[in-house]
DNA sequence: TCAGATTACTTGTTAATTGCAAGTGAAAAT
DNA sequence: ATTTTCACTTGCAATTAACAAGTAATCTGA
């Protein structure tokens, strides 16, 4: 459901370059990453990454990618200070992506998490539909 | 075949954070875009390309690609001035991670080019077999 | 209840990266 | 011999990222 108007003007319209002008840095995947696998949803836990993201940068990225409806932002009903970031179906959607990056990395860089990359390199549709079933029973995702 | 050392200290050994910190910038994945699809291999291709990238960082984005082994340089036999760049098999492996990209692009974002995405769409796998197919039988790769 | 902690930020400030314009030297074409 | 092409480099301005500190709203524990 490709969106009638850009938000920005693009250096071009293929699509490459667009998921490129999007998720193209160092911290968005990593974001997505942590909700995806690690179903991190709120500000603090991103900031406890390993990676150790800014907190200027996060919140501008966190912002960025819900305005890119690829987050979705709610209030936590039982604490009044805290948000809830969950993955919307279009953020869902590049786990394909983030996946054939992991074994791009594996195959040719020195790594970390082999056990990951032995669950994906098992069965690659398996892991997808796992990952995706997990997202599902959360259902915490509003889109 | 990865590699035993890293060349840079990685924020972490995260598989995808080690794709990130490779790719992960407005550039890199275009240049290998236009050695992918589009058979470039000369700097002043890469300067023509539409997206118009600014020869100090397309100069600085080569020379990080052929660092990581992604692409190689080797000197054009008739003439002197060229040097020709190749995809390495490393960067070959690049494919499926830009098909994600684009098919995520193809089904969120408006986008050009449904040509190339009704031929992905259609058969992923043969498209990747093609493509690596032309690659090889170029053969002016050397690793 | 109220001091202290927690959460999700913002606001400087400095450092690094990017983008633009112009220039360079070697090789090729005219 | 001069001009053009090629793959860059250099200098500088603008943008972006990283670091440190601070803030307002909310919650927690004595």
């Not at 160092?26 to 690690?38: E, F, G, K, P, Q």
């Not at 869902?92 to 594996?106: I, R």
């Not at 997808?128 to 997990?134: D, P």
């Amino acid at each position: 459901m490709p969106r009638s108007r850009p938000r920005t003007k693009l250096r071009s319209g293929c699509p490459l370059n667009v998921s490129v002008e999007i998720l193209g840095d160092r911290w968005s995947l990593l974001i997505i990453r942590d909700m995806m696998l690690r179903d991190f949803r709120s500000y603090t836990q991103f900031l406890e990454s390993y990676e150790r993201i800014a907190t200027n940068i996060l919140a501008n990225r966190l912002k960025k990618l819900e305005r890119y409806g690829i987050i979705a932002t709610q209030q936590d009903p039982l604490d009044g200070r805290k948000l809830i970031y969950t993955l919307t179906e279009k953020g869902m959607d590049l786990a394909p992506v983030l996946t054939e990056m992991v074994l791009w990395t594996a195959a040719h860089e020195e790594h970390q998490n082999p056990e990951l990359i032995r669950q994906i390199k098992k069965d690659k549709q398996k892991f997808l539909a796992a990952v995706r079933q997990r997202w599902l029973e959360k259902s915490s995702h509003i889109d």
